[in-house]
C-alpha cells in the first residue's frame, strides 16, 4: 500500500482521505445530540470535515427567508452526504415538513430504517432484526389536497410506474447487498387497485428482472401489522410507499425500544441524508437529558456508506468501533434516562468516547 511520511508516523492513504458531510443540527435537542454525535464520530478518527448548515426553526432564528434555505441544500448537493438532527414540524398548520421538502428538493426516493434488539435495552421482543424500506417521494406524501365544498377535502395519493420501479429496484439490491433473505411487500391492492397494484407490478416485475437470490412476497398491510405484532422475526426486509412504510417504520421501531435507539437515511442517486428519525423535543431542549444514540446511530450508517461508496477503510473501522463502545456503554448500564440509566447527553459520549478500542 502507499504511504505518506509526516514526521516519525506513517499513514495510510486510506487515512489521509477527507470526506465533506454537512451537519444540520437541527432544531430542540437537535444541537445536543449533533454535538455529541460529531465528538463520537471525531474520536473514532473518521476523517469527516464538518459543513455546518441550518434547515425548520433555527434556520429562521438565523434569518433565513424560508426553513429550507437554498445554501443548505446547495451543499448537500455539492458534498453528496448530510447527517441531520430532528427538525420541528408543527401539527395542522404552519409550515410543511422539512423532511418531506428535503426529500423531494434532493430526490431521496429510497428511505432506510434498520431495526435491530440491542443489548441493554430491554423489551418485550428479542432478536429483532429486519429492515423496513420506504418509498420517500409521492403516495398521500405528494401533498396534494383540495377543499372540495364546505366540510369536504379530499388528498389525491400519486403512484407512478417511474417512482416504484425505482424504489422495487433500490429495496432488491439492498436487500441483496446486506445478505438479506427475503424481501416482503406491505399493500392494500384488495382496496386501491390501481396505485397499489402498480406498486405491486413493479415490484414483482423489478424482482424478477433482478434476477436476486431472494425470497419475495406480498402481504396485505393490516394482516402484515398484525404479523409484526405477533412475530417480528418473520420478516427480513420490508418493502413499502411512503405512508405505509413511514407507519410501520415507526410501529418497528417500537419493537426494540422505541425512536431514539433507531437509525434512519434517505437515498437518492447521488446524495444521502442520515438523520435521528425522533421528534425534536423542545420541552427537554437545553438540559442535557436528550438521548443522541439515534442520531450516533445514524452516524455509523453514514461512516459505512462513505466506507462502501468511496472505498475507505478507516471510515468502515471508525463505524465498527463505535458500534462496538456504544453497545458496551448500553450492557454496562451507562445510557441516558430514557433507556433506565442516569447519564445525561454529554456523559453518554463521554462513555462511549472512553470506550472506543
Known sequence: MAVAKNRCK??????????KVVLIPGDGIGPEVAEATQRIIDAAGANIEWTERHAGVAALERGADNVLPDDTTHAILEHGIALKGPCT???????????VALRKKLNLYGAVRPVRSMDGVPTRYDDVDLIVVRENTEGLYSGIENVISKGVVT???????????????????????????KVTVFHKANIMKLSDGLFLDCARDEHKKGGFDLEYEEVIIDAGCMRIVQDPKYFDVILCENLYGDVISDLCAGLVGGLGVTPGANFGETNAVFEAVHGSAPDIAGQNIANPLALLMSGVMMLRHIARTRDDATCKD???????????????GEKTRDL??????????????????
Do not use: W
Open 318 to 332: 471508525a463505524a465498527n468501533r463505535i458500534r462496538d463502545a456504544y453497545n458496551a456503554s448500553l450492557i454496562a
Open 10 to 19: 506513517i499513514t495510510t492513504i486510506d487515512q489521509l482521505m477527507t470526506h
Open 89 to 99: 414540524t408543527p401539527i395542522g398548520g404552519g409550515f410543511s415538513s422539512i423532511n
Open 155 to 181: 388528498s389525491l395519493k400519486v403512484a407512478t410506474e417511474d417512482a416504484c420501479r425505482r424504489i422495487s429496484k433500490f429495496a432488491f439490491k439492498f436487500a441483496s447487498d446486506q445478505r438479506r433473505k
Open 340 to 357: 433506565g440509566g442516569s447519564l445525561g447527553t454529554s456523559e453518554f459520549a463521554d462513555a462511549v468516547i472512553k470506550r472506543l478500542k
